[in-house]
Nanobody, 125 residues
């Protein structure tokens, strides 16, 4: 299971830190991703991390503003979001899967076995 938290309401330019806590599976060698779905938009992958070597991916829309990190001892992945924009308003989901093929399939929803419940991020202008 995955439990996402940390969403909220923030003004443009503000910051939030999302957390995704994993339970029930071994965290090592897993890919943990953050997806988001904005109003009227399809769900998109914005970042992933491979817990074995901390390799990461960022979508162009968040590169330079968001940072993904992991704490394997706590089975937790974080998404630090800085300089937030109204376009970042969305429900954010974390997803996880055994990750050795994440570099090839990490942007695809079907790659992920586990999904969190989503946490809402609202950025006001």
């Amino acid at each position: 299971q995955l439990q996402a938290s940390g969403g909220g309401l923030v003004q443009t330019g503000g910051s939030l830190k999302l957390s995704c806590v994993a339970s029930g599976f071994t965290f090592d060698e897993y890919a943990i991703a953050w997806f988001r779905q904005g109003p009227g938009k399809t769900r998109e992958a914005i970042s992933w991390i491979f817990t074995a070597d901390s390799s990461t991916y960022y979508a162009d829309s968040v590169k330079g503003r968001f940072t993904i990190s992991r704490d394997n001892a706590k089975n937790t992945v974080y998404l630090q979001m800085n300089n937030l924009e109204p376009e970042d308003t969305a429900v954010y989901y974390c997803a996880g899967s055994y990750g050795t093929n994440v570099r090839y399939f990490g942007l695809e929803e079907a790659f992920y076995t586990y999904w969190g419940q989503g946490t809402m991020v609202t950025v006001s202008s």
